[in-house]
């Protein structure tokens, strides 16, 4: 297993979604700039959702067209449907997003539709991927805990995670939605999926409520995960998971990883520089 860990960059669309004070465009351009400038190789930058439901990403084809394009990073959004899919290869997105659940309860209340009607509705959307040859990621959230429902089996995550792999998606990405996983609760879920899908093929997509996402991350590795989504400065949350907190922060990350040997390509003084500027845009 090699020793480079990928961190896909969530700042600017985890990270922003939930502010209730709106962002100027040109502050979300001004911070996946600053982010290309640090090394990923993979940053989400925004959502082709509803306005209605999710308002602070309603300028996403704004954001896209502004941003500096670096030829090393992938730059990702979210698409819930074909019609962000369609909003999003207008805007030149390299790759796409859809984002399911593990749980009922969190499905409606975020996409607002079933696990299986999701399902239905991710595959026309992943029909037009494949033709146009654009790369589409897989979340499953609620990966231990719902909101809604209480506890996730990890059997239903499985069911989810092999769901989505065997569809076409290239990784996918197991959100503890609400930050309430343990290393207990975050390992018997991931053996549960390694039956059925490769750990290079999955990543780890940790909130940091209760302060464990840096503890489920050490598990995640020792499973043989080498993929994590983080955001800058820890921030975010999720509009429709209440008292969700931020992505772990990408920084504690690069530092946990550098301590135990891992290589990431991120500069932490740039990093630093990109927390400060993020964190300036919090309302
Ligand atoms: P719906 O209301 O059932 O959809 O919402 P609809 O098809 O009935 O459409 C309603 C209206 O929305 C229509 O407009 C559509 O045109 C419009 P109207 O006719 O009323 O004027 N619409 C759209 N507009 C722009 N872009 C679109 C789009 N689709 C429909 N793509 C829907 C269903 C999925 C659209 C809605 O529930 C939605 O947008 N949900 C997104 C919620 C969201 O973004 N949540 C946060 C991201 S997920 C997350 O944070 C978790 C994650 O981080 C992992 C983890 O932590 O676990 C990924
Ligand atoms: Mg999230």
């Known amino acids: 297993m090699t020793d480079f860990v990928t961190l896909f960059e969530m700042g600017p669309r985890d990270g922003l979604q939930n502010e209730k004070k709106l962002i100027a465009t040109a502050d979300k351009i001004r911070l996946v700039d600053l982010l290309s400038a640090c090394g990923f190789r993979k940053i989400e930058v925004t959502s082709f959702v509803s306005p209605k439901w999710v308002p602070q990403m309603a300028d996403a084809a704004e954001v896209m067209e502004g941003i500096y394009r670096h030829p090393a990073v992938t730059y990702a959004v979210l698409t819930p449907n074909v019609k962000g899919y369609g909003a999003a290869k207008r805007a030149l997105a390299d790759e796409v997003a859809i984002f ?19 399902i239905e509705r991710f595959k026309p959307l992943l029909e037009k991927a494949r033709h146009d040859e654009i790369p589409v990621r897989g979340y499953v959230s609620c990966v231990t805990d719902c909101p809604y429902d209480g506890p996730t089996p990890p059997e239903k995550v499985a069911e ?19 930050g309430a996983g343990t290393p207990e609760t975050i390992g018997r879920m991931l053996d549960a999926v390694l039956d059925h899908v ?13 302060g464990r996402a840096l503890d489920n991350i050490e598990i995640s590795l020792e499973k043989g995960l080498r993929t994590f989504d983080a955001a800058v400065g820890g921030l975010g949350g999720c509009p429709y998971a209440p008292g969700a907190k931020g ?22 003084d740039r990093l630093r ?4 500027f993020a964190h300036s845009l919090r309302g």
Do not use: M, W
Request: some cysteine; proline content about 1%.
């Open 100 to 118: 399911g659940s593990a749980s009922e309860g969190f499905s409606r209340k975020n996409i607002n539709c079933s696990i299986a009607e999701s």
């Open 160 to 178: 989810v995670a092999k769901t989505l792999f065997d569809l076409g998606c290239y990784e996918v990405s197991l959100g503890d939605t609400i």
């Open 198 to 210: 490769p750990a290079e093929k999955l990543a780890g997509h940790y909130h940091d409520t209760k």
């Open 247 to 268: 992505n772990v922060a990408t920084e504690a990350v690069v530092e946990l990883l550098n301590r135990g040997g891992y290589q990431t390509g991120i500069d932490l």
């Open 273 to 276: 520089e990109a927390a400060g």
